[in-house]
T-cell receptor, first 115, second 110 residues
């Protein structure tokens, strides 16, 4: 059963802590993405990756870090430098066709709350 | 910079109505447009992907059209049902792989 999994579903962080959100896909997609969703703001891109060991900043990368050591996995770390991390985080993936990105598919999301 | 606008922000209709959701974008040099559905607290579900060479795409009761020259897309939902209640988002390529609108929140009343 192909798809994208994110864990955990809910995550609570204390001030000053780093936390890592997991994203795994078995769709054999080359590209993976992390978005943040806040009420009334829509989806904003944090980081994306087209290939293993390479990634690009999106619109709101400050305070976040990523790695892409395997094609299937794209974990996101929310660092203590992110001043307002409480949000809903969504991971997505897509195939690549040349320089174009194909249809994006999303995981179920992780809701992060800072205590 | 690509900007995407969706109108209306919210819509409430009685069951059975046909309805149209609108999406406009500022940079018409796109190669595709994607419509998504999001239920509260859930991830996004891809509904339709329209390539720039296509003018419309259909899936069941959903029909999406694309007019690149005017920077517009519409999502037509036929014979709406309470199960269609959700937020609908459109997205197009821009300075990042996809730029999203803020969505239209649809409520279908039984």
């Amino acid at each position: 059963d192909g798809g994208i999994t994110q864990s955990p579903k809910y995550l609570f962080r204390k001030e000053g802590q780093n936390v890592t959100l997991s994203c795994e896909q078995n769709l054999n997609h080359d590209a993976m993405y992390w978005y943040r969703q806040d009420p009334g703001q829509g989806l904003r891109l944090i980081y994306y990756s087209q290939i293993v060991n390479d990634f690009q900043k999106g619109d709101i990368a400050e305070g976040y870090s990523v790695s892409r050591e395997k094609k299937e996995s794209f974990p996101l770390t929310v660092t203590s430098a992110q001043k307002n991390p409480t949000a809903f985080y969504l991971c997505a993936s897509s195939a690549l066709q040349g320089a174009s990105y194909n249809e994006q598919f999303f995981g179920p999301g992780t809701r992060l709350t800072v205590l | 910079k690509q900007e995407v606008t969706q109108i209306p922000a919210a819509l409430s209709v009685p069951e059975g109505e046909n309805l149209v959701l609108n999406c406009s974008f500022t940079d018409s040099a796109i190669y595709n447009l994607q419509w998504f559905r999001q239920d509260p607290g859930k991830g996004l579900t891809s509904l339709l992907l329209i390539q720039s060479s296509q003018r419309e795409q259909t899936s069941g009761r959903l029909n999406a059209s694309l007019d690149k020259s005017s920077g517009r897309s519409t999502l037509y939902i036929a014979a709406s049902q309470p199960g269609d209640s959700a937020t609908y988002l459109c997205a197009v390529p821009g300075n990042t792989p996809l730029v999203f609108g803020k969505g239209t929140r649809l409520s279908v009343i039984a």
